[in-house]
């Protein structure tokens, strides 16, 4: 574990919101400790990389643990984390409704003996255009017959789809269903594999990785006569950094699982 800037000499600052950083050499690691260092109100205290023990956080000062790793480690990180006593804000993919159930079970658990409960923050996508195309797409689906979703990366990128395109998917086809729409129009016969994409709770999800990109996604939406498109783009991963303060600064005060940053920005 490397302290926040460098060995401490002295206590941390009461004062501020103590936040270690869990894959903090990573794109979105770095990007996260320069945002917290740069926070008045925050103090950046551990950066932990893939050697490090996330129990040693109990001593550090931290109350809040932000991970940005790889889908395989998050989980783990998320359960050492609330064993340490600390909350936690998660940006990392590869969550599924079992592992989220397993980490509301956990905070359930602790939260029982606790004046104060722990909170954490897990969001698909921290970035508010891509939070708002997400909750766009939901209220537009039940309107049109066909929904697709293209999400486009950096080719650095680990897993496909993205988060948010599996979220995004997920929300339609939940608004579908909701509205009694039927599965989307769609005759193909015969096809290379994947040339459709990953189909998601019935609606089609594409991958685009291409050098140059950041964090892109359209959700077309279709209808006779008639296309909306909704776009989000990350051009840079500072886009991610406001979201990914106000989840830090909010959390303490959720306790149990909250999922998808819409959760504390007042959307309606
Ligand atoms: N929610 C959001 O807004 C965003 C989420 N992401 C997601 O965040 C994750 C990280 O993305 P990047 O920073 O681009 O990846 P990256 O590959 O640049 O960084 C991951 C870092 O985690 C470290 N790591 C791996 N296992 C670890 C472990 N067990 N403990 C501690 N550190 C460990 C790696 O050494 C590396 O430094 C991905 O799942 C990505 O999809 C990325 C951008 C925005
Ligand atoms: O890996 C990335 O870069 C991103 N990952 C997240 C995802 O999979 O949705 C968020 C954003 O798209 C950037």
Known sequence: ???????????????????????????????VCEAVDGAAD???????????????????????????????ATEANVHALIDAGLHAVVG????????????????????AGREQGLGVLIAPNFALSAVLAMRFAQQAARFFESAEVVELHHPDKVDAPSGTALTTARHIAAARAEAGLGPVPD?????????????????????????G???????????????????????ERSSFMPGVLLAVRAVVSRPGLTFGLDQVLDLG
Do not use: C, Y
């Open 92 to 111: 990392t993919t590869g969550w599924t409704d079992e592992s989220l159930g397993r980490v509301r079970e956990h905070l359930d658990r602790v939260n």
């Open 1 to 31: 574990m490397t302290p926040g800037a460098g060995p401490r000499t002295t206590l941390p600052d009461v004062t501020k919101l103590g936040v270690a950083v869990i894959g903090a050499a990573g794109r979105m690691g770095r990007a």
């Open 187 to 211: 005759a193909t016969e015969k096809q290379v594999d994947g040339a459709r994409g990953a189909v998601v709770d019935g609606v089609h999800v594409h991958a685009v990785r291409l050098r």
């Open 42 to 72: 925050l103090e950046l205290v551990a950066r932990l990389g893939e050697d490090d023990d996330v129990a040693a956080l109990r001593a550090s000062g931290a109350s809040v643990g932000v991970d940005f790793t790889v889908p395989s």
């Open 213 to 235: 990109l950041v964090a892109h996604e359209e959700i077309l939406l279709g209808n006779p006569g008639e296309q909306l498109t909704i776009r989000t783009d990350s051009f």
